[in-house]
């Protein structure tokens, strides 16, 4: 069983649609995040959420919208996507927040055309 | 405030050595490591701790100076396994998010 599971694992979309990414973890944990990884490898925090509740949103254009029904469950939707928006998404959780370990789902790329 | 790794890139043979630096300009509370596999997700490798400690994973190994603001992770007789991305997370109290750094390509070759 797979611990944090996202899907899809490839998205190929044009500029100004709309696309959600799910993510759901079986592990127990109470926090989940997204984090954006661009070209250059960089790993940056977009979203965290704690018990469904965001604890942490970055400078993050209003275009993304995460969604946590439960805490086991957190879907990002985004919408009127852009060319700077192609990146992998990874999803992640942790047992508690603040610096715990994390484990990461396998990532999902978006390639915006 | 992102941590600054070093070096950004490093090509070893099987068997050599390496050590990578992760540096912060803030007092720092704990240190992460991760080994991001190409096409794969970050995978957790150890934690520190403020309070110098050193851990072992495998022959990995880390250290942690408070005082420097740093944490270095040495890697002693690589193996194959061992390429990757490594990223260092940081943060400057407990209850703070990780910050990571930008990531050290580390290629194993035969």
């Known amino acids: 069983d797979t611990a944090v599971s996202q899907t899809p694992k490839y998205l190929v979309t044009q500029m100004g649609n709309d696309k959600s990414i799910k993510c759901e973890q079986n592990l127990g944990h109470d926090t989940m995040y997204w984090y954006k990884q661009d070209s250059k490898k960089f790993l940056k925090i977009m979203f965290s959420?704690?018990?469904?509740?965001?604890?942490i949103n970055e400078t993050v254009p209003n275009r993304f919208s995460p969604k946590s029904p439960d805490k086991a469950h957190l879907n990002l939707h985004i919408n009127s996507l852009e060319l700077g928006d192609s990146a992998v998404y990874f999803c992640a959780s942790s047992q508690v927040a603040g610096a715990n370990v994390l484990t990461f789902g396998a990532g999902s790329r978006l390639t915006v055309l | 405030q992102q941590p600054v790794q070093s070096p950004q890139a490093v090509i070893l043979r099987e068997g050599e050595d390496a050590v990578i630096n992760c540096s912060s300009s803030?007092?720092?509370?704990?240190v992460h490591w991760y080994r991001q596999k190409h096409g794969e997700a970050p995978v957790f490798l150890m934690i520190?701790?403020?309070?110098?400690e050193q851990k072992g994973h495998e022959k990995i190994s880390a250290s942690f100076n408070e005082k420097k603001q740093q944490s270095s992770l040495y890697l002693t007789a690589s193996q194959l396994s061992y390429s990757g991305t490594y990223f260092c997370?940081?943060?400057?109290?407990?209850?703070?998010?990780?910050?990571f750094g930008g990531g050290t390509r580390l290629m194993v070759k035969p």
């Open positions: 997370g940081s943060n400057n109290n407990a209850g703070n998010m990780l910050t």
């Open positions: 959420y704690n018990n469904k509740e965001l604890i």
């Open positions: 803030k007092a720092l509370y704990s």
């Open positions: 520190l701790l403020k309070g110098g």
